[in-house]
């Protein structure tokens, strides 16, 4: 277990023992790969700053993920029985203690970054004022809804995807990003967080709907195909998959090109976006 | 419209137009009795502050009473069609879009906080540490795991019900008190606020377990003796009708005498109570 991840069980001792802790703790330590606390930490490395500096924000925005994931995996959401390779938290406990995990790790977000000792209140407001603002009814919860609503849809708009990547996907990073920005007072270069997270996301987003296609359930830890039964609008209906795979490695590319202007070491987001790009 | 519902319905201008904005809005604007905004601002009329300077607070713990009344309502937790005379949030709308709305609450409350012009960082920050730990899994879902946990249990012990009240009922309430404690910046009583919110919260929720019996559907907005169908455990299983009447009355009394010896102005505080006896 890595620090971080030490760190992630230590701050649980912070919870009263209960059947909602154990759900908890059960989808927060199901073998993410933790991109988006990866993401804080390399912006962290590309200051000097060191990475424990961004843990408190790195929980917290994990917290708010896997809350979504839980969520997402509903019966009345996308009814998936499996995440990661695990009994998805409805399955493994039940659905009222699913609801109630993924209430109480969105709750427990914001008191994770209070809790933070290193960092002054001026920065504990900014970092919970775009958590909040990102994975809310205009960020994340949007771009679900979004999603929700291209089911069976048949829009020929690429922009119609690319919005709800923009938020279904791309506000996490950008609050990644963002927190690493304000943590390491970077504020002054807003525009490329901004920039490097939208695109982030949108790849992200569609390297997953490719993965969809081309893994084995095995691989994927979860259904494949499932966004085909769904009928969820993803990158298929609009490239095939040969120009898919094309696109994502131009659109990687470009990341690069966007990292080597920046005038601070970005060898450790370098590192990082190759890693996504070979999950 | 008083001026805290103009309030709450200018604030929702700040939301991209969506179903989720609708459902959240819908099931906020549903007529609840704003006991634990009213809670805050009867604490700093108190001190002879303007209540406005609580209107954010107070809108943020009324939107995570809200969201936790829309989980409670749905299929996999109490099932209850109907709230406050209205469809619940999933009959309105749908499941998804119910624990979408809940979710949006939730993470809309904490942005609420932050967007305060009035207060400063440090109080920010503190009135969002007390809400996050109040409502999440050491507060409110506690309790409500505890109440999932006691349905049907033959808990003879009366400290079991008043665990599940602290928890479930009171921690809201203490919420308030402290935000009004905060905002009036009169943290050297807050044993007091821990105390009266405490009382409270038992009390109010053994109210609502006689209502559960001694209303009809039509009084209460949802469906009476939903306690029994559900088999839950309540006052009832401690008290007969006219024991716990008794024993309001007693605790009514026990709140007013507190109230009489603090040293600020608690007839606003007095009001309150007695409302509250009379709903």
Same mark, same amino acid.
Request: hydrophobic share 40%; glycine share 6%; charged share 30%.
């Given at each position: 277990?890595?620090?971080?991840?030490?760190?992630?069980?230590?701050?649980?001792?912070?919870?009263?023992?209960?059947?909602?802790?154990?759900?908890?703790?059960?989808?927060?330590?199901?073998?993410?790969?933790?991109?988006?606390?990866?993401?804080?930490?390399?912006?962290?490395?590309?200051?000097?700053?060191?990475?424990?500096?961004? $843990?408190?924000?790195? &929980?917290? #925005? /994990?917290?708010?993920?896997?809350? @979504?994931?839980?969520?997402? *995996? +509903?019966?009345?959401? !996308?009814?998936?029985?499996?995440?990661?390779?695990?009994?998805?938290?409805?399955?493994?406990?039940?659905?009222?203690?699913?609801?109630?995990?993924?209430?109480?790790?969105?709750?427990?977000?914001?008191?994770?970054?209070?809790?933070?000792?290193?960092?002054?209140?001026?920065?504990?407001?900014?970092?919970?004022?775009?958590?909040?603002?990102?994975?809310?009814?205009?960020?994340?919860? $949007?771009?679900?809804? &979004?999603? #929700? /609503?291209?089911?069976?849809?048949? @829009?020929?708009?690429?922009? *119609? +995807?690319?919005?709800? !990547?923009?938020?279904?996907?791309?506000?996490?990073?950008?609050?990644?990003?963002?927190?690493?920005?304000?943590?390491?007072?970077?504020?002054?270069?807003?525009?490329?967080?901004?920039?490097?997270?939208?695109?982030?996301?949108?790849?992200?987003?569609?390297?997953?709907?490719?993965?969809?296609?081309?893994?084995?359930?095995?691989?994927?830890?979860?259904?494949?195909?499932?966004?085909?039964?769904?009928?969820? &609008?993803?990158?298929?209906?609009?490239?095939?998959?040969?120009?898919?795979?094309?696109? +994502?490695?131009?659109?990687?590319?470009?990341?690069?090109?966007?990292?080597?202007?920046?005038?601070?070491?970005?060898?450790?987001?370098?590192?990082?976006?190759?890693?996504?790009?070979?999950?």
């Amino acid at each position: 277990m890595n620090d971080f991840e030490l760190f992630i069980k230590e701050y649980f001792s912070h919870f009263k023992a209960s059947r909602i802790k154990e759900a908890m703790y059960y989808s927060l330590a199901a073998g993410g790969k933790r991109f988006r606390p990866s993401l804080i930490f390399a912006v962290l490395e590309g200051f000097k700053i060191d990475p424990k500096k961004g $843990y408190h924000a790195a &929980l917290a #925005l /994990e917290m708010v993920h896997t809350y @979504s994931l839980i969520h997402d *995996d +509903l019966p009345a959401m !996308d009814d998936d029985d499996y995440r990661r390779g695990k009994l998805s938290c409805h399955k493994a406990f039940d659905e009222a203690t699913a609801i109630l995990a993924g209430d109480g790790l969105l709750s427990a977000a914001f008191k994770v970054i209070c809790d933070d000792k290193e960092l002054n209140n001026d920065t504990k407001v900014a970092l919970i004022s775009d958590l909040s603002e990102l994975c809310g009814a205009n960020g994340m919860i $949007y771009g679900q809804c &979004l999603d #929700l /609503e291209a089911e069976a849809s048949q @829009s020929n708009d690429i922009a *119609d +995807l690319y919005e709800i !990547d923009d938020y279904k996907t791309g506000c996490l990073f950008k609050c990644a990003m963002l927190m690493g920005m304000r943590i390491a007072k970077d504020e002054a270069n807003y525009d490329f967080y901004d920039t490097f997270a939208h695109k982030l996301g949108r790849i992200f987003q569609m390297q997953d709907d490719l993965f969809d296609i081309i893994k084995t359930s095995e691989e994927m830890g979860k259904p494949s195909q499932s966004d085909l039964k769904n009928a969820k &609008l993803t990158a298929l209906n609009y490239f095939d998959k040969d120009k898919l795979i094309a696109l +994502l490695n131009t659109e990687f590319a470009e990341l690069h090109t966007l990292l080597d202007k920046q005038n601070f070491n970005t060898e450790y987001l370098k590192r990082l976006v190759d890693k996504i790009k070979e999950r």
